[in-house]
């Protein structure tokens, strides 16, 4: 009887190059799509769920399609919030965009004294945390208690009231261009920072003031930076929550619990109890945002285009 002989497997073929490459760019990239699909997919898939239900006190949580978020786009507290925070972006984004590219031009000048000084000073606030901004601000508009107060009683004077409801989207828009201004002046700054200096020269040789090195050479430098600023400045924007919901406490006739979308919801989801409706208010603001800075973004690249 013939003696069975022993298999031999085929030897294994190496990995190729374009393996080995996909493997390790795998093994960089899993974490981060694992934490991303677990911080930011994952709620969104969330609030899409509980938008398309709504739960009732008698019959518990039923599916309602997209019944939310029609009572959503009829809601005048949410267009009421809604307007708001727009005109807050209509007058607060121009002028701390103004104010950061003027600042970031006077340090890129030169001709600034102290200029490492006074850039480090406008940029401090932005390391305030927006609570404890917010709370210090708030403060100070007390006519009761803060400096708006103690001014009226040295000087005898009667200050507006900063809290008042007339005057509080103006008070938390001084709130957020203190907060921001040095930000958007960093990221302008250091767009100027990197314009060739060969152009400067160049400008010179052919006699070319300030004015005209500023309009012809740093202004459309800082199309695509002031573009970013804008972008992030609107998202900001609409995002608005933390200064109106710390001066709600001192301000509770001026600022209400639909002040601005994101107010709105969190009033819905932790006050009212209403989930779910709180979750199409977050989804259907989350949209208007996405748009409106498409939007502004695709008008700005035709702009430099």
């Given amino acids: 009887m013939a003696s069975a002989r022993p298999t031999r497997r085929p030897p294994r073929r190496p990995a190729t190059a374009a393996a080995r490459r996909s493997r390790a760019g795998w093994q960089f990239t899993g974490p981060f799509l694992a934490v991303f699909a677990l911080v930011f997919l994952a709620p969104i898939a969330y609030s899409l769920y509980l938008s398309v239900f709504r739960t009732r006190l008698v019959g518990g949580t039923a599916f309602v399609g997209l019944d939310n978020y029609s009572k959503a786009l009829t809601d005048p ?6 307007g708001r925070v727009t005109l807050f972006l209509a007058v607060q984004v121009p002028i701390m965009l103004f104010l950061a590219l003027l600042i970031a031009l006077a340090l890129d000048s030169g001709r600034l004294y102290g200029a490492s000084f006074f850039r480090i000073a406008v940029f401090l606030p932005y390391a305030v945390p927006a609570v404890v901004a917010t709370l210090m601000w708030g403060f100070m ?13 040295a000087l005898a004077t009667s200050l507006p009231d900063p809290l008042a409801p007339e ?4 008070s938390i828009g001084n709130i957020v261009t203190w907060e921001f201004v040095g930000y958007n002046m960093l990221i302008l700054y250091s ?7 060969a152009l400067y020269e160049a400008a010179a040789i052919d006699g070319a003031g300030q004015l005209r090195i500023i309009s012809a050479i740093k202004l ?10 804008t972008i992030f400045s609107i998202i900001g924007s609409f995002h608005l929550f933390n200064e109106p ?9 001026s600022i209400t619990t639909y002040f601005t979308p994101n107010l709105y919801a969190y009033s819905l989801s932790f006050a009212g109890q209403q989930v779910n409706y709180a979750a199409t208010v977050a ?3 989350g949209v208007i945002t996405m748009v409106v800075a498409y939007l502004v973004q695709l008008q700005g690249i035709r702009k430099a285009a």
């Fill in 77 to 82: 507290q949410f267009w009421s919030a809604l």
């Fill in 141 to 153: 508009y007390g006519s009761q208690f803060g400096l708006v107060g103690n001014v009226n009683e």
């Fill in 167 to 170: 005057l509080i989207l103006a």
């Fill in 191 to 197: 767009a100027l920072r990197v314009v060739n200096p």
């Fill in 220 to 229: 459309p430098a800082l199309r695509g930076p002031l573009l970013i600023a």
């Fill in 245 to 253: 919901s710390i001066l709600q406490t001192l301000a509770p006739n």
């Fill in 283 to 285: 989804i259907v603001m």
